[in-house]
Nanobody, 124 residues
Framework: VQLVERGGGLVQAGSSLRLSCAAT????????MGWFRQAPGKERDFVAA????????YYADSVKGRFTISRDNAKNTVYLQMNSLKPEDTAVYYC??????????????????WGQGTQVTVSS
């Protein structure tokens, strides 16, 4: 599985961005997908995850109500709609594909394929 993120950029606080993650490989539609982010000098943190069917979504408390994860299995793509962005959302955002026996959706160690990351910078 190869994952390619797009959609990052520099925006002002209060703005919106939509990240996309295109996947290659036949197993995309059978796997949960997640978004994580890493700010300079900090650990990689969970942002959101979505089940293989799209029926279930999970969010970090810090983004709940502002970010929305979705997927289109016909396009092998997962999205992260980010609204009301804050300077503390500044980070490199990574999408990841969760192994079938990967455990918790919130735990990065359960994801076995990662994209290269896309930078999101929110100015105040």
């Amino acid at each position: 599985v190869q994952l390619v993120e797009r959609g990052g950029g520099l925006v002002q606080a209060g703005s919106s961005l939509r990240l996309s993650c295109a996947a290659t490989g036949r197993t995309f539609s059978s796997r949960a997908m997640g978004w994580f982010r890493q700010a300079p000098g900090k650990e990689r943190d969970f942002v959101a995850a979505i089940s293989w069917s799209g029926d279930y979504t999970y969010y970090a408390d810090s983004v709940k109500g502002r970010f929305t994860i979705s997927r289109d299995n016909a396009k092998n793509t997962v999205y992260l709609q980010m609204n009301s962005l804050k300077p503390e959302d500044t980070a490199v955002y990574y999408c990841a594909s969760k192994a079938l026996d990967g455990g918790s959706n919130y735990d990065a160690t359960g994801y076995d394929y990662w994209g290269q990351g896309t930078q999101v910078t929110v100015s105040s």
